[in-house]
């Protein structure tokens, strides 16, 4: 078995082996033999290597029926003991040798490090079992394939092309044993360009599922795998083989759309192919061979910014886009009106999913603002019915201000036009929702959309017409008369709200139609020209309308507009300031006091049948107005054009004189020819006349005039009122300082129209043959009044002819007694139940809200008389003598215009009475409340403002006065401004009192009737008794409203009214 070693023949019997020891021969032990066979293989491996076959054989023989596996193993190990097919010898431990298998189609590759045994050494069982105790196993497919995974990891040794090829075909050959979990991405490919990359970097070229190179063409950064990978490969496996090296490496034969591991960013190749293959082939190719699902962010955003064809033929990016579908198509508004939004697509159903890169399938904003878009090209007008209809969607679809601006950016808006050509299409701040008819230059969107407000005002902001529109068409010089008057109509509606001082610019341009009557012609001239005037009084423009050029404005409008005009620095254009006079009298002037007083005692009447706008300026004027008789006189007014006096026609016989006071107010100056001043004349017809003219009464109604100066009878002045249709309404106003006096009266003529209200209108009544009066007069009058209080719903007074009672209401009703501990305020509801009480408890009741009438009415022989007490020098019993003798006697005595010592006093002791009364009431009150001059006469300092304020003003912070006139009601939180007038008399409660007309108004601006308490409260204090010892005081609290009810009553006469409370 070795050289050294030499076996005896085995034919001796095992009995002569004892005797043979004794010749010298040795017994071999088993740990000597493998020692030897040891030192033979590691030392002389060469030597061990060149024996035969037969000798091996009988080596492994021995080895394995002698030795146990372990045993074996312990000493050959290390040894290279297993021959390979190489020719080499090697030991398991080192490398890793595998027997081969002929079931195995493909020979373990080269390059890797596995090895297998010597086929002819394997086929010897002895020896193979020997192989087998040294470790070498049989051949496995899944270990080779780590170790071909191992070796692409490590990529150690010597490679070559063939190598890479042989792995990867052997993987595929064990594809059925490989472990599916086995990660493939290890394994490196060589590319046609004989460089090392991974299979996610390549692409294989199928033609059965995409010709790359339809796509890739002169793009050199795509790569192909080398060309030995598909030698050898069966056109029956040709499949197989590309199936396997798609799914396992990431081979693709589709363009990669986006990175792996940057699912964000689209792949260079894909951006190759979406910047040089035609839209319609980069669609179909994303249509055709991609799913979507897992797509999102700038990729889908990239994509849908990709340009494609659409219907119209042009280009636009995806997201812009629509699909053709029925549904969309339907909505457009005429024939190919959206193709240049619908993509062109012949089979739209297939492209549905490509709604994720932003090509639309629903109607949006967008879709209808396309729609607009291509109602502008067309050259006809769009139909009316689906223009607004597609407003409507826009409306609903709009949702931030992007989209509002769109409107701002382009021309989206159709205004038709006037004649039949088409219309003109606006941007929105170039358009007016709502604009007058004297805007040439802007046609108001609400006449044409007037359904649509909701989205022209509200959505896209568009404003009404203001100032500056105005102004730039008055800029244009517009030259119709009746488009300039309509145009300062809205100059001065909107400068009422919204003053501008750069309004002066105007008066420069040609924009003031003038006329003249002895002048046929009409011009428009500037303002700044000096030949024309502003008939700012209608009797001024009758006295120059032949001589100077008049503003051809009616007088209203004039009226309404003088401070425009004064804001456009033409007050000196009025007549009534560029007017002036020269008197020629014939005899001396003599002040008629009798005709005054007449006209005095007539004005609140004249006031109720003159139009509303000049009720103030009359009031003034009649306040001022003087009567003088002469025995001629002629009037000449003239105005100065340049230094040429230009005249008017003259004035003669009963003559009207208007001049300003030193306090700036007008006054009347009335001359009268003495034979017209006969009581059988007066008043004479031309003093009527000349009131008409002067103040714009109906030319029909100076009869009216006539007889209101005539009639002294309170009842037959209200029948001739009732009969000719002037019915008082009385609209509330807001509270009003001390020094804003008077407020209009409204008053309503029936049968006028409201644009011909004075001149113009026409009435059934007349005095010369009135009608049969209703046999009530309130019915007639509430029914007239009926519009106004369900338009006002809010505090209307009532007004009856005869008298009655129509109900009382408790609430308001206050009970005032005595100062110090009687002086108290009782319950309202006992207060509103006392009517049937002793006559001491009536007396001191306070009128609250149970008033029934008011009657305005005149008294005979009554005369002026301004203080605020009633106290008679000739007296009589108040048991004796009834309301009306005592109001005749109170009134006889007012011939006398001075204030007599005797009411002073009477003053003083009323208002001092009510001074300690409001201190007992609040202690911080002191004598700031009290605002009448007659404090200074209580030893205090001079009020000055004594016109504008009343007798007090109290400031109630603590509301301590407020809880005793409105006991149990709700009171504001801020405080209340109670302004007290005390009426003292020395009579009883009944006597009546002097009231004047500012009063009157200050009543009637203050009053709230049921509404809610409010921060001013107008209250006259009625104080009787006075010099009796047991002086009383007498609360009416909002006195306009016991007017209404008929708990106080007015009769009015010249000047002030005679005021008496009345009590059931």
């Not at 129209?753 to 005095?767: G, I, P, Y």
């Not at 200074?936 to 006065?961: C, I, S, W, Y």
């Not at 409260?1017 to 609360?1035: D, Q």
Request: hydrophobic fraction near 35%; proline fraction near 6%.
């Amino acid at each position: 078995m070795f050289d050294d070693y030499k076996p005896v023949s085995s034919g001796y019997p095992t009995s002569t082996h004892s005797k043979l020891k004794l010749l010298g021969v040795q017994t071999e032990t088993r740990e000597k033999f493998l020692e030897k066979l040891k030192n033979v293989v590691t030392k002389n491996g060469s030597v061990f290597g060149e024996k035969p076959e037969e000798w091996h054989k009988r080596l492994a023989y021995i080895l394995t029926t002698e030795f146990a596996q372990h045993e074996i193993a312990r000493v050959l190990r290390y040894a290279k003991a297993v021959p390979l097919t190489n020719k080499e010898w090697a030991s398991p431990d080192h490398k890793t040798i595998f027997f081969e298998r002929s079931d195995v189609a493909v020979a373990i590759p080269e390059g890797l490090d596995i090895f297998t045994v010597d086929p002819v050494a394997a086929k010897d069982q002895a020896r193979r079992t020997l192989f087998q105790y040294l470790g070498v196993k049989e051949c496995n497919v899944q270990q080779i394939c780590e170790a071909i995974l191992s070796k692409h990891e490590s990529l150690e040794g010597t490679r070559t092309i063939d190598h890479f090829v042989q792995h990867v075909k052997f993987l595929f050959s064990s594809r059925r044993t490989l472990d599916r979990n086995v990660n493939s991405s290890r394994i490196w490919f060589v590319d046609s360009q004989r460089k090392l990359v991974r299979g996610s970097e390549l692409y294989l070229d199928d033609p059965n599922i995409l010709s790359l190179k339809d796509y890739f063409q002169d793009y050199q950064e795509v790569r192909y795998p080398h060309d030995l990978y598909f030698d050898s490969i069966e056109d029956t496996q040709k499949k197989d083989w590309f199936d396997w090296l798609r799914e396992r490496f990431d081979i693709q034969s589709v363009p990669r759309l986006v990175k792996k591991g940057y699912p964000h960013s689209i792949t260079p190749e894909f951006k190759h192919i979406m910047n040089t293959c035609p839209p319609q082939k980069v669609l179909d190719l994303l249509k055709d061979k991609y799913s979507f699902e897992d797509l999102y962010g700038s990729v889908c955003k990239e994509i849908g910014n990709l340009l494609v064809i659409c219907k119209d033929g042009n280009k636009r990016p995806l997201n812009s886009t629509y699909l053709p579908i029925q549904k969309l198509m339907r909505k457009v508004p005429f024939r190919k009106a959206l193709d240049s939004s619908f993509i062109d697509v012949s089979k739209p159903a297939e492209w549905c999913s490509f709604t994720k890169f932003g090509l639309k399938m629903e109607d949006d904003f967008n879709f209808y603002l396309n729609c607009l878009r291509s109602l502008t090209t067309r050259q006809s007008a769009p139909p009316h019915e689906q223009l607004s209809q597609i407003y409507q969607e826009i409306k609903s679809q709009i949702s931030d201000q992007k989209e509002k601006e769109k409107f701002l950016e382009e021309a989206l808006i159709y205004l038709p036009s006037s004649t039949k050509e088409a219309g003109t299409w606006f941007k929105s701040n170039q358009c007016l929702w709502q604009a007058p008819t004297c805007l040439r230059r802007a046609q108001p969107l609400n006449k044409i959309y007037k359904n649509l407000k909701g989205f022209f005002k509200d959505t896209l902001r568009i404003r009404n017409a203001n100032l500056q529109d105005i102004i730039q068409e008055l800029k244009t010089h517009p030259t119709n008369p009746t488009q300039i008057q309509e145009l300062f109509a809205e100059l001065n509606e909107h400068f009422k709200k919204e003053p501008d001082e750069n309004l002066q610019s105007l008066k420069n341009l040609p924009i003031f139609p003038i006329r003249s009557i002895t002048r046929s012609e009409s011009k428009i001239v500037s303002g700044t020209d000096s030949k024309w005037f502003i008939g700012d009084r209608n009797f001024l423009r009758t006295v120059f309308e032949k001589s100077v050029y008049l503003l051809d404005f009616p007088l209203e409008t004039i009226l309404e507009m003088l401070n425009l005009f004064k804001a456009l620095d033409l007050e000196q254009k009025f007549l009534s300031i560029a007017m002036k006079t020269s008197m020629k009298f014939v005899g001396v002037p003599t002040k008629c006091e009798i005709c005054k007083e007449i006209i005095e005692g007539a004005t609140p009447n004249i006031l109720r049948i003159m139009p509303a706008d000049q009720r103030e300026l009359a009031f003034q004027q009649l306040s001022n107005v003087n009567v003088f008789a002469v025995k001629d006189v002629v009037l000449e007014r003239y105005v100065m054009i340049g230094k040429m006096p230009i005249k008017g026609t003259p004035s003669s016989g009963v003559v009207f004189d208007v001049k300003k006071t030193g306090k700036g107010e007008e006054e009347l100056n009335i001359y009268i020819p003495l034979e017209d001043l006969q009581p059988d004349r007066f008043p004479p017809y031309q003093l009527c006349e000349e009131f008409q003219k002067l103040f714009r009464i109906n030319a029909k109604h100076r009869l009216v005039i006539d007889m209101l100066l005539r009639t002294k009878d309170p009842l037959r002045i209200e029948q001739i009122l009732d009969q000719n249709g002037f019915i008082q309404t009385l609209v509330p106003v807001k509270s009003k300082s001390p020094d804003d006096l008077l407020q209009d009266t409204e008053f309503e003529e029936p049968s006028f129209q409201s644009n011909q209200k004075h001149q113009n209108a026409t009435d059934d009544l007349s005095v010369s043959s009135p009608p049969p009066r209703p046999s009530s007069t309130k019915k007639a009058l509430d029914e007239s009044r009926n519009g106004d209080q369900v338009k006002n719903q809010s505090f209307q007074p009532k007004v009856s002819s005869s008298g009655k009672s129509h109900g009382v209401e408790s609430n308001g009703r206050l009970d005032v007694g005595h100062i110090g501990e009687n002086f108290t305020v009782s319950d309202p509801k006992r207060a509103a139940n006392s009517h049937g009480s002793t006559a001491a408890s009536i007396e001191t009741e306070c009128v609250g809200e149970g008033v029934r009438q008011v009657r305005m009415t005149m008294e005979n022989s009554v005369h002026r008389n301004d203080v605020n007490s009633s106290s008679t020098k000739k007296k009589s019993s108040p048991q004796n003598t009834s309301a009306a003798a005592r109001l005749s006697d109170f009134v006889a005595e007012q011939k006398d215009p001075e204030q007599t010592e005797e009411d002073t006093k009477t003053g003083i002791q009323g208002e001092t009475y009510m001074f300690e009364f409001l201190k007992s009431v609040d202690k911080s009150f002191n004598y700031l409340i009290w605002t009448s001059n007659l404090r200074e006469k209580a030893g205090f300092a001079p009020f000055m403002n004594d016109a504008e304020f009343a007798d007090f003003t109290v400031v109630d912070k603590k509301k301590q006065l407020a809880r005793r006139l409105f006991k149990g009601k709700e009171l504001p939180s801020e405080p209340i401004t109670f302004h007290i007038e005390v009426k003292a008399t020395t009579g009883p409660l009944k006597s009546p009192f002097f009231m004047s007309y500012p009063q009157s108004l200050k009543a009637r601006n203050y009053t709230f009737g049921d509404n809610l308490i409010p921060l001013n409260v107008y209250v006259i204090a009625r104080v009787f008794n006075v010099f009796s010892g047991t002086p009383k005081c007498h609360f009416i609290v909002d006195p306009w409203k016991e007017i209404y009810h008929g708990a106080l009553t007015l009769q009015p006469f010249s000047g002030p009214f005679v005021a008496t409370v009345k009590l059931e």
